[in-house]
């Protein structure tokens, strides 16, 4: 049996050595990192202008949606303003309502000016 590092009947600790950089292997390392984060910002890039282009439709759609509200608002209100001032309409009110009438007899009366005469 050849003895092996059980049979010293001690860890040998190796905490004082220093690995020495391998310079082929960082530039492998940083290869690796940077052929993972082109793709990656790519496709971050392509979500998100999805995700945006998607949030900027329903914005759309929900300004159409409130656009055709406001013109049925105005044309409602189109309406009812010609309902008002219609000469008809404000007659109709006024007897239904408030019980006028036209006059029977038209009087004109003229009035005295400063000087004594009557409109001169």
């Not at 600790?13 to 220093?18: A, E, H, Q, V």
């Not at 890039?45 to 509200?69: D, I």
């Not at 000469?87 to 009035?111: D, H, N």
Request: net charge neutral; charged share 30%.
């Amino acid at each position: 049996m050849t003895p092996g590092r059980d049979d010293l009947g001690y860890r040998p600790s190796n905490r004082w050595l220093r690995r020495r950089a391998d310079g082929a292997r960082y530039g492998q390392l940083l290869r690796y990192v940077i052929l993972g984060v082109i793709p990656l910002a790519i496709l971050t890039t392509a979500a998100w202008s999805n995700v945006e282009a998607v949030r900027v439709g329903y914005q759309v759609e929900r300004l159409r949606f409130e656009k055709e509200e406001l013109e049925k608002l105005i044309q409602r209100q189109r309406l009812e303003l010609n309902e008002l001032t219609n000469p008809l309409a404000v007659e109709r009110a006024a007897r239904e309502t408030l019980g006028l009438a036209p006059p029977e007899e038209t009087v004109i009366l003229q009035m005295a000016g400063p000087e004594g005469g009557f409109g001169e």
